[in-house]
């Protein structure tokens, strides 16, 4: 299957700063990705949709002035989490469709942990 | 709105057995469905997907779908411990412009 990409895998950081997960298509382009976010035990929450060139479409209750999502290029997505608090502690997982399919292709997901 | 529905489980089969995984949807007009595997900690992946009535086979992994009745399942023959895990039911996205629909999943325990 498709292979998709995200950096870093794990991060821990005070409360406050910033962090920046990307997600990168390594063998297709991907115009639209999808960034989800799972607390344990639950289940996948669909956070925002990211589209190539132009704005994000953010899930009802999501922040987008915290939540900042570009997707500068064909491969390439990524979602800064602004001032991070504790409750942002989360597993962050990108999903890409692979070349005007529904198949979806996952990330193998980012682990944050805010201080 | 997309809805499916899956039983949460954990659904307990002994090794070497049949698992037995059930989905249901209310959106007749979904065309394509997935099932994905998710380990805990891990990300989910791809098994299986099924756009046409009837049964499609992979391997150990048997998905079968009936549209009219709005029910996707998915087979896993000669279940093994390393199958336990939760397995999620995803209504497509219209060709990849909106993200899947998913359901809540099945946590699946292969009993050695």
């Known amino acids: 299957g498709a292979v998709v990409s995200q950096h870093p895998s794990w991060v821990i950081c005070k409360s406050g700063t910033s962090v920046k997960i990307e997600c990168r298509s390594l063998d297709f382009q991907a115009t639209t990705m999808f960034w989800y976010r799972q607390f344990p035990k639950q289940s996948l929450m669909l956070m925002a949709t990211?589209?190539?060139?132009?704005?994000?479409?953010?899930e009802q209750g999501v922040e987008k002035d915290k939540f900042l999502i570009n997707h500068a290029s064909l491969t390439l997505s990524t979602l800064t989490v602004t001032s991070a608090h504790p409750e942002d502690s989360s597993f962050y997982i990108c999903?890409?469709?692979?070349?005007?399919?529904?198949?979806?292709?996952f990330g193998p997901g980012t682990r944050l942990t805010v201080l | 709105q997309k809805e499916v529905e899956q039983n949460s489980g954990p659904l307990s089969v002994p090794e070497g057995a049949i698992a037995s995984l059930n989905c249901t949807y209310s959106d007749r007009g979904s065309q394509s469905f997935f099932w994905y595997r998710q380990y805990s900690g891990k990300s989910p992946e791809l098994i299986m997907s099924i756009y046409s009535n009837g049964d499609k086979e992979d391997g150990r992994f048997t998905a079968q779908l009936n549209k009219a009745s709005q029910y996707v399942s998915l087979l896993i023959r000669d279940s093994q411990p390393s199958d336990s895990a939760t397995y999620l039911c995803a209504l497509g996205g219209d060709t990849g412009r909106r993200a899947l629909t998913f359901g809540s999943g099945t946590r699946l325990q292969v009993q050695p």
């Open positions: 990211s589209n190539e060139g132009s704005k994000a479409t953010y």
């Open positions: 999903s890409a469709p692979f070349v005007s399919t529904d198949t979806q292709y």
